[in-house]
Antibody
Framework: EVQLVESGGVVVQAGESLRLSCAAS????????IHWVRQAPGKGLEWVSL????????YYADSVKGRFTISRDNSKNSLYLQMNSLTTEDTALYFC????????????????WGQGTLVTVSS | SYELTQPPSVSVSPGQTASVTCSGD??????VSWYQQKPGQSPVQVIY???KRPSGIPERFSGSNSGNTATLTISGTQAMDEADYFC?????????FGGGTKLTVL
């Protein structure tokens, strides 16, 4: 059974940093691109970032470029999101989501999602 | 930047057909996926590559995509289909989601 379990969400002050983690199981982790998607309270889905199966390619939404860094450790079946210079606009539930197709970077879709971890940035 | 536009809300009576649209420039040239999200739950994929259904998704869910509009159609809508629905496509190297449509079954 595919499982994605996010952790690390807490309440932080604006300007602070935070690192989120996503632990994966039930599939061959190093065959798939993984994404971070966030959802502000009561709002829609916003794509944040992706990292290719081998970690060699990363892309970011303009809203987080230069502040967030996505990484993965395939030996630990884990995905990370380092978030710096947080603002109140970053307050959201952060999901990790698995790409449906093996070894593609762009053009895919999301077949499994975690339950999310809540990041609250206070001013 | 590329935008996908969805109606904020759609209402349908039980047993009737619901259509949720997603509009974007030349959207028909891209693949569109659809996700269902119920309150307090994570999104679930219901359609991918315009019209394909993942395993376990009921046949009443179908999709189409042509021109500037993709459509999610739910035939014989059931109360359990009440949820938010989001369309998704790619703009070169970034993922774009529509703003979401709240489907009410009443």
């Amino acid at each position: 059974e595919v499982q994605l379990v996010e952790s690390g969400g807490v309440v932080v002050q604006a300007g602070e940093s935070l690192r989120l983690s996503c632990a994966a199981s039930g599939f061959t982790f190093d065959d798939y691109t993984i994404h971070w998607v966030r959802q502000a309270p009561g709002k829609g889905l916003e794509w944040v970032s992706l990292i290719s199966w081998d970690g060699g390619t990363t892309y970011y939404a303009d809203s987080v470029k230069g502040r967030f860094t996505i990484s993965r450790d395939n030996s630990k079946n884990s995905l990370y999101l380092q978030m710096n210079s947080l603002t109140t606009e970053d307050t959201a539930l952060y999901f990790c989501a698995k790409d449906a197709a093996k070894r593609i970077v762009v053009g895919g879709d999301f077949d499994y999602w975690g339950q999310g971890t809540l990041v609250t940035v206070s001013s | 930047s590329y935008e996908l536009t969805q109606p904020p809300s759609v209402s349908v009576s039980p047993g009737q057909t619901a259509s949720v649209t997603c509009s974007g420039d030349n959207l028909g040239d891209k693949y569109v996926s659809w996700y269902q999200q119920k309150p307090g739950q994570s999104p679930v994929q219901v359609i991918y590559q315009d019209r394909k259904r993942p395993s376990g998704i009921p046949e009443r869910f179908s999709g189409s995509n042509s021109g500037n509009t993709a459509t999610l159609t739910i035939s014989g809508t059931q109360a359990m289909d009440e949820a938010d629905y989001f369309c998704q496509a790619w703009d070169i190297s970034t993922v774009v989601f529509g703003g979401g449509t709240k489907l009410t079954v009443l």
